[in-house]
């Protein structure tokens, strides 16, 4: 089959290819008005202190429910929207409803002293007019700039670093904080990242899955604990869905972690629970550091 040759091979029109296009340009299609028709929703994923096992924050995760598709990964659209320049757009009105939702838990007196993160695209990052943006949706919510938490992935500074630079200190004069998203999966070198100022770094859920089984990823995530703790930068793991993982990371130091082991990304309703009930979560039981790691 023409479609599974090697990339410098001429390739032939194969049924699967004519299927994966026309599903994109419907997707694309259908895209554009799902904003509009209310198909767009931000879910809330929990993120938990491993000293404290407190809650300490949420990453607004957007969620799209197509009556055409079902319920399309942001794995598959996300990126089509950032082809296609929507996720501009979409960005802002993620940013905007989550913003308004997280003071809307701080007036419920249920949301402090949470911090939302939010998930900024390359083409986003690279809009001249971005920080005028973040400050209207800050101003317009009425949410303090130091609850918001923006997440930047390598990807929107690979062009341009001294521009992403500027661009990361015009962001951090407003008072919100920055966070390097999927650190790992890149190129970042140590000296690189210290060149931003990044309050945050977010491990990459690849090295996360297999930290238990896989010693070579158990060394990266170290090394990279290691490395945010030197640089003053806090770290959080993604994709914790066991207690052995988290025990792990909590005995190499890391400050926090997001995964299945505590919650998937929840609608709004659900999350309002969690924050009511909250206080003791499940990681607070695990034994202390050092402890089975
Ligand atoms: P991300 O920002 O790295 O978000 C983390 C992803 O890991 C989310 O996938 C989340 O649901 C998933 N996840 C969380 N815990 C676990 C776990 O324990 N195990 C596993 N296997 N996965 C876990 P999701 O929601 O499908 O989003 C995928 C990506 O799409 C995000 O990666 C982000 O890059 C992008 N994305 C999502 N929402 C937005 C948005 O509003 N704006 C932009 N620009 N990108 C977004
Ligand atoms: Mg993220
Ligand atoms: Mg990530
Ligand atoms: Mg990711």
Redesign the pocket.
Known sequence: RAKHAGSNVFRFYSPEMDADATRRLALESALRSALDNCELA??Y?PQVSLDSGRLIGM?????WHSPQFGTV???EF?PLA?DNGL?VT??EW?LKTACRQARRWLDLGIGSPLRLA????AR?FRQADLTRMVGHALSDSGLPAAALEL?I?ESAFIDDVDQAIAMCHALKKLGVKLSL??FGTGYSSLSYVSRFPFDKI?L??SFV?DIIENPVNAAIATAAIVMARSLNLAILA????TEAQARFLRGRRCDAI????FA??LPVNEFEQLLTGRQTLPIADLPSVGENT
Not at 59 to 63: F, I, M, N, V, Y
Not at 118 to 121: A, C, M, Q, Y
Not at 238 to 241: I, K, N, T
Request: hydrophobic share 30%; glycine share 10%.
């Open positions: 931000v879910y994923q990453e607004a995760l957007l969620r990964s942001p794995g996300i950032e996720i979409i960005g993620v939010v998930n900024l695209s986003q997440e992935t998203d999927d977010k990459d859920q899955c993604e994709g914790v869905e997001q995964g299945y082991l998937p990304a």
